[in-house]
Structures are given as structure tokens and as C-alpha cells.
């Protein structure tokens, strides 16, 4: 086996597309839109974030993540960097990054920006010949 092929496949062309998977989860996040994410994540996926058990990413979807993103004005992404290590059939990534979230403005008009930097680490797995995020676990903390 030469290097950069790993079971026959392209070492290189696989991390390509589990970049492209979580980038693609990113950007919808900063579009403030879940459409198109569903297919990102395996059915039996599980959500950790900032110490809580958020269950699968259709829950997280339709009791956490989905309704705060109707109170947000924007949802920016800086200092986003990304890590992916692949182990056929299981993938590993680790981002780092800022985010800063606009809330759409109040009763009088007053609108609240919330800024922290932030820690994801995902466990995908090729299902059906697709990258599909299992497991991923996300914190954050104050910008100092």
C-alpha cells in the first residue's frame, strides 16, 4: 500500500470530505438555517454541549439549537480552524474558533452580543459510502 492510500482509498480525498461535512454544518449555522444539515449527522447521532446530554441531532434540532437560532440576528464563526484525522471507517475532528452571536433586538428595540470562544471535537463515520457526524461535543467559555 503506498502512502496516502489507506483500503484502497485516497487518504487525502477522504479528509476532504469530512472537512467539507463540517464546514457544510458550519456554514448552515452561520445561515442561521438547519436546511440540509439533517443528512450531515447519522440517525442515531448524539449532541453534547457545554456539559449537557442534548440527545440526537433531530432533538437538538427541534428543542435546543433550532429555536435559538430564531432569536439570533447573526451567527459569526472567527479564528475557525479544523483538525480532521481519518481512521477508516471513522473520522475525528477537532475546531477551534470564536463565535459571536447577535440576538435579534428586544421589546425596545435593545439587541445583545454574545461572543465566546469555542471547542468542538465530532466523531464521524462513513455510513452508505457518506461521512455522517455520530458523535459531537462542543463547549465554550468567555473571550478573554
Same mark, same amino acid.
Given at each position: #500500500? %503506498?502512502?496516502?492510500? #489507506? $483500503? ?23 445561515? =442561521?438555517? @438547519?436546511?440540509? @444539515? $439533517? ?8 449532541? $453534547?454541549? %457545554? ?10 434540532? !427541534?428543542?435546543?439549537?433550532? /429555536?435559538? =437560532? ?5 451567527? !459569526? $464563526?472567527?479564528?475557525?480552524? +479544523? !483538525?480532521? !484525522?481519518?481512521? %477508516? /471507517? ?5 475546531? @477551534? ?5 447577535? =440576538?435579534? /433586538? ?5 439587541? &445583545? @452580543? ?12 462513513? +455510513? ?9 461535543? %462542543?463547549?465554550? &467559555?468567555?473571550?478573554?
Amino acid at each position: #500500500m %503506498s502512502t496516502g492510500q #489507506m $483500503f484502497g482509498q485516497n487518504v487525502n480525498t477522504e479528509k476532504q470530505a469530512v472537512l467539507k461535512v463540517m464546514k457544510t454544518y458550519k456554514n448552515a449555522l452561520q445561515n =442561521l438555517t @438547519t436546511e440540509g @444539515t $439533517f443528512e450531515l449527522f447519522a440517525k442515531d447521532s448524539e449532541v $453534547f454541549e %457545554s456539559g449537557g446530554v442534548e440527545g440526537s441531532y433531530a432533538h437538538y434540532i !427541534e428543542h435546543h439549537l433550532g /429555536p435559538e =437560532l430564531g432569536h439570533f440576528k447573526k451567527f !459569526e $464563526f472567527s479564528d475557525y480552524e +479544523i !483538525e480532521a !484525522e481519518v481512521d %477508516s /471507517p471513522y473520522a475525528f475532528t477537532t475546531e @477551534t474558533y470564536i463565535y459571536t452571536i447577535v =440576538l435579534n /433586538p428586544d421589546d425596545k428595540g435593545k439587541s &445583545r @452580543t454574545i461572543k465566546k470562544k469555542g471547542v468542538a471535537t465530532s466523531i464521524l463515520k462513513k +455510513i452508505d459510502d457518506k461521512w455522517q457526524i455520530v458523535k459531537t461535543h %462542543s463547549s465554550s &467559555r468567555n473571550v478573554k
